[in-house]
């Protein structure tokens, strides 16, 4: 069950091209197939937090010195748009 907090006056303004929010998002499933548990008791649960904030401030020190060490193009925009489709990085 997706749950997004927003700010819905600045998704309506057009003058605005960066939105801060957060958000979660979990699921309660069966095995998947490649799992290869059969009809063995259990199952899977998936919880997911993600958002988007106007400075990578927010980020721990630690956190942002790995980050900026490993991930190095995380912080700065695209040049140009890039599309991914089936988990394929884009590079």
């Not at 699921?27 to 997911?48: K, V």
């Not at 020190?61 to 890039?82: D, M, N």
């Amino acid at each position: 069950m997706p749950c997004t907090v927003i700010n819905i006056d600045n998704l309506a303004n057009p003058d605005i091209t960066s939105i801060e929010y957060s958000g979660a998002w979990s699921r309660i499933t069966h095995w998947l197939p490649w799992m290869l548990m059969g009809q063995a008791e259990g199952h899977c649960f998936y919880d997911c937090s993600m958002g988007a904030y106007n400075s990578s401030e927010i980020l721990s020190p630690k956190v942002r010195a790995y980050a900026e060490k490993h991930f190095p193009e995380y912080f700065a925009a695209p040049k140009e748009r890039q599309i991914c489709r089936f988990f394929i990085a884009c590079k």
